[in-house]
């Protein structure tokens, strides 16, 4: 680590208290996707009293927001969440499931670390352009709705990561890790179907049944299923069953439609004909169907130059320690759920060899939280899941860590993620996922060849053009 970069680490220790302080308030605000006003006032209020120049509502989206500090070019982005998810209400630092609001929030995916450890990195880079006084320009963007709102993707379709150079973000995981390969694409869609009320047994031949149509466009889709790429997934829940009493014919019926693939361009084609089985479905019931754009988001691109820049930079600053209380707290935490022996990392699902080196490091570091850095995996790797940081990668060179944050094998979106998220386990994450981000982002500030290299590598693997899955007249929205 170079002596600028040192001090740059050292800014962000500085401001561990701070850090820790607003991950905690997030978490105890744990709201939910698009509805996150009191985080987003939070981190515009706490940025603006560090110094930064801060936008609200940036893209039209009331609860985004960006925090600029510096001038001119390299401009690097760094990418924050901070939603969560519903009726996950948790305890925090809890081995056992209890809620602190019945039916609640919580975050269980982390994000309320998340969001603090991009701060903390924007911290840190704002700190080494102060004293370099170099060009240059770092940019904290908050992005709503990780969980079903999409903001990236609708800042996307406003062209908004254009202007980036590059853009680092970090996710917390059970592994310390580079994250490579790409995700599925996404898009959600809710159908509204209307027919006519009729007494079931007494004037059957007046209805037209809602519920009959959502049934049967789910019988339609079930067909299409043998007729799709296989790493096409779709899902759906019904949403709306046209109420309760079974000898009225339901005049309303919902269902809400999730479409992947592992490009966006062929989930744009697969959802467009879902679309026709809606209207099939309509035509068969005689009733009408109206189609709600949820959100919709593109597959990520890798960008093999950002992540070696990313791992020399973990490789040097290591990975957080844990006092014997913490350990203790993650092995007892691991025994309240399955999968806690599983090979670590995105390349242990790949690749045999790797996934043997990696469970040879959990075994050597002997307790459930993984103590280690994984080496650096840039063979294929695929996701099924989905994140709109697909739709950043689209438009900017783009890569991202995972820092432990929970121990081995933690199932995602889990009343334990939501456990550590308010512990020092998660502190300690968000803080050290900061420095590693920062020092990066100063790497990119500084040498002109990796950003070369990263956009070169970004140019060839996005040729083919970035296909939004945002309609134009679409507006961020959360199902019914």
Known sequence: MTAEKQAAVAAIEKKA???????????????????????????CRVLEQEGFKVERGICNIPTAFSAFYGSGRPIIGLLAEYDALSG?????????????????CGHGCGHNLLGAGAMAAALGVKAYLEAAKIPGTVVLYGCPGEEGGAAKAF????????????????????????????????????????????????????????????ELMNVGVQFLREHMSDKARVHYAITDA???????????ASVLYMVRSNHVAEAVELQARVDKIAQGAALMTETTVEKKFIDGLADTVTNHALERVLYRNFEALGVPSYTPEELAFADSLAGT???????????????LDYAADAQARRAQAGHAMNRFLLPLYQGDAFQPG???????SWQCPTAQIHVA?????CPGHSWQNVSCGRTDIGHKAALHAGKVLAAAAIDLLTDPALLEEAKTEFQRRTAAGYTCPIPADAVPTIAD
């Open 155 to 214: 800042m996307a379709r406003d062209g908004l990561w254009y202007g980036l150079d590059a853009a680092l973000t970090w996710h917390p995981d059970d592994a310390n890790e580079v994250l490579t390969g790409s995700s599925n694409s996404c898009i959600q869609t809710q159908y509204h179907f209307t027919g006519v009320a009729a007494h079931a047994a007494g004037d059957p031949d007046r209805g037209r049944s809602a519920l009959d149509a959502v």
């Open 88 to 104: 996950l209400s948790q305890k925090g630092g809890s081995l056992t499931r209890e809620e602190l609001v019945s039916g609640g």
């Open 242 to 252: 046209g109420g309760r009493s079974p000898n009225v014919v339901q005049p309303r």
């Open 337 to 351: 759920y399955s999968g806690s022996d599983r090979a670590p990392g995105v390349g242990s699902q790949y690749d």
């Open 17 to 43: 208290d701070l850090v820790a302080q607003v991950a905690d308030e997030i978490w105890s605000f744990a709201e939910l996707s698009l509805q996150e006003e009191q985080s987003a006032d939070l981190y």
């Open 405 to 409: 944050a929970w121990p081995n094998g």
């Open 386 to 392: 989905s994140t709109d940081v697909g739709d950043v």
